[in-house]
């Protein structure tokens, strides 16, 4: 039976060393400072290795440290060293071999193995601080995605400030008559529709729902924030969202909020370009309370904005005012915390200044230590630089967790394109480097309000029609679609067995289309689902709330036979066929997803079969 994480069915069993496997190195993935790291490193004894160094290096700076040679065991010499570091950061090594007075150098190969040879890269190590906690609750739990004005709507009868109100049918506008796109068409979304489809969201075996911004905004989007203290009126008002909170928790679901904070709206209280506040805003008058908050280049008109969109102005990362309005005592975050928010989504976190958001993190747990903290981030967060700043996201003392797009990424690529090696490299390299209790927060998710919808990507329809009114009129065809759907119960089959937290962008699991914003933000039309695609999605969620503790730990296995995908975590072994062939399952099984006995995996299908013993 396989051992460890990453390991293909084909593996050396020569190897000097490998990252993903215990037997190798402990503790797998990140270590805190202070904690011990156990390498073994054995040698063909033939190979006359006189001495082994590990490097280890951080920046520009690197120091060498000698294993010792312990044992020899069945033709090995077997170097052994157990360090400790007690500074945390992003280290990286790898080792040097002496014999004959000559250096080998030794690097990382595929799959984490080692590989004697010149310019190779080197292995991360990522430490965070010992006293390092994040929130276990959500552990094992599914987070639902909803783009409040989109999802559904009950006692509306209130009209948009500012723009249109459009009927549930009807379609989104890509554009308005004068040909620019002010994201000012409304379909009625509230709280209150939230709130009457609860049993809904418990069906699908949901425990927290993350809503895009409530606050009083323009927009039908809500980033640029009119007002950080107010529920926007469209949406409902303090009794509504009181409401969701509790009637939400009866239900085992808790709230996440998206957190605006790199940016305001240009039509806002802070900034009152249009002069539709009260306040003396800083667009108004340098003498404006808020005026030091913004960076203008040419007053007023010509000010610093987020890439360059004049609705949303940029925050300067300088504007105590700001931080300490948002992340004071008695500020913004403490008011919402501590009405029973149990969870922020801070956008754009990159572009936050560490300094602010270790503000925001205090802030927030101060009023619920419990309370999730999750960064918007597409990349590897672990590696992450912007603005000039190494960012220290996983140290201790910023996020729990963020936006997995390196998974998302990873599973459509191998569910597209068979591309299994490449799967296994992003998700363990994700999985090695963010410390596990951070990786257990995070959001893996398929799609989101910023990318075109999974069916769409699964169906890899080409979205490069010159026009964006051909990409709004265009359906999958009936072929597309089939083909889509048989891909999405493969993607999101994988996205629950993943570490993290699987999150549902809404209808997605209904079998929603649309190709990018605001085309993949279109109403929910539960009228229009697709039952086979919904049924999966219960089912997934009721096999992940029966064995939730399975699902609070990394995988016991993670292999590829071929492009066939195992992933097992503790008795319930999921196998996955992107393939155009069967595969031979080697005995008779009972599959949980379509409780019917399997002997074979037929193509494009997938399984999670108890105790499978095959590996």
């Excluded at 102005?313 to 300490?324: C, D, E, F, H, L």
Aim: hydrophobic content about 35%; some cysteine.
């Amino acid at each position: 039976m396989l051992k460890g994480f990453g390991i293909s069915k084909k593996s050396n069993s020569t190897l000097l060393f490998c990252s993903r496997d215990k037997k190798y190195k402990t503790p797998f993935g990140a270590a805190s400072s202070d904690e011990l790291i156990k390498i073994t490193f054995p040698i063909k004894k033939s190979y006359l290795a006189e001495k082994v160094y590990l490097v280890l290096r951080k920046g520009d700076k690197s120091k060498k440290l000698s294993l010792e040679k312990k044992e020899c065991v069945d033709g090995y010499d077997v170097f052994y060293i157990e360090f400790s570091i007690n500074e945390s950061g992003t280290y990286f090594y790898r080792f040097e071999i002496k014999r004959n007075n000559l250096l080998s150098f030794v690097g990382k190969g595929e799959n984490g193995c080692a590989k004697i040879r010149d310019w190779l890269p080197e292995w991360q190590l990522s430490v965070y601080d010992s006293g390092y906690q994040t929130p276990s609750f959500q552990n094992g739990g599914i987070i639902y995605h909803i783009f409040v004005d989109r999802f559904a709507k009950k006692n509306q009868f209130r009209k948009p400030r500012y723009g249109v109100m459009k009927e549930w049918h009807e379609d989104v506008t890509i554009v308005d008559s004068d040909g620019v796109y002010r994201a000012n068409d409304f379909f009625g979304g509230n709280l209150q529709g939230i709130i009457s489809k609860l049993d809904y969201l418990k069906s699908l075996g949901v425990t927290m729902m993350y809503l895009s911004p409530i606050f009083e905004s323009s927009s039908n989007h809500r980033y640029d924030t009119g007002d950080y203290s107010k529920i926007d009126p469209l949406l409902g008002d303090k009794k509504d969202f009181e409401e969701l909170i509790k009637k939400a928790e009866e239900k085992g679901i808790s709230i996440m909020l998206d957190g605006v904070f790199n940016h305001t709206g240009a039509d806002s209280l802070y900034f009152n370009k249009f002069n539709h506040y009260p306040s003396l805003g800083a667009y108004q008058s340098k003498e404006s309370p808020y005026y030091e908050w913004y960076t203008f280049y040419r007053y007023p008109d010509k000010y610093h904005c987020w890439w360059g969109i004049t609705v949303v102005p940029t925050v300067s990362r300088s504007a105590v005012g700001y931080q300490n309005m948002i992340a004071g005592k008695g500020g913004i975050l403490e008011k919402w915390t501590k009405k029973g928010v149990k969870g922020w989504r801070l956008d754009v976190v990159d572009e936050l200044s560490s300094e602010f958001i270790e503000k925001i993190r205090s802030a927030i747990k101060k009023a619920d230590k419990d309370a999730l903290v999750i960064g918007e981030v597409w990349e590897d967060a672990s590696t992450k630089h912007s603005y000039g700043e190494k960012r220290k996201y996983f140290r201790g003392s910023q996020l729990d967790g963020v936006t997995n797009y390196p998974f998302k990424e990873a599973i459509l690529d191998y569910i597209n394109n068979l591309n299994e090696k490449s799967f296994l490299e992003k998700v363990m390299s994700i999985c090695e480097n963010y410390p596990k209790k951070s990786l257990n927060n995070c959001m893996t998710l398929i799609g989101s309000h910023d990318t075109v919808r999974v069916l769409n990507a699964l169906a890899q329809v080409s979205v490069n029609n010159p026009t964006k009114q051909f990409r709004k009129e265009y359906r999958l065809s009936p072929e597309e679609y089939n083909n889509a759907r048989k891909k999405l119960l493969l993607a999101s089959a994988i996205q629950y067995f993943l570490p993290g937290i699987p999150t549902i962008y809404y209808g997605d699991e209904i079998g929603m289309q649309g190709f990018e914003d605001p085309l993949n933000r279109r109403p929910f039309d539960f009228e229009k689902r697709d039952d086979i695609i919904l049924s999966h999605y219960i089912k997934l969620g009721d096999i992940r709330y029966k064995n939730r503790e399975l699902f609070t730990d990394l995988f016991d296995v993670l292999a590829l036979d071929e492009k066939i995908l195992f992933i097992k975590r503790g008795h319930l072994t999921l196998i996955v066929n992107p393939t155009r062939e069967d595969y031979d399952l080697k005995g008779v099984y009972f599959d949980l997803l379509s409780e019917n006995e399997r002997s074979k995996l037929l193509p494009l299908s997938a399984v999670i079969l108890n105790n499978y013993d095959k590996l």
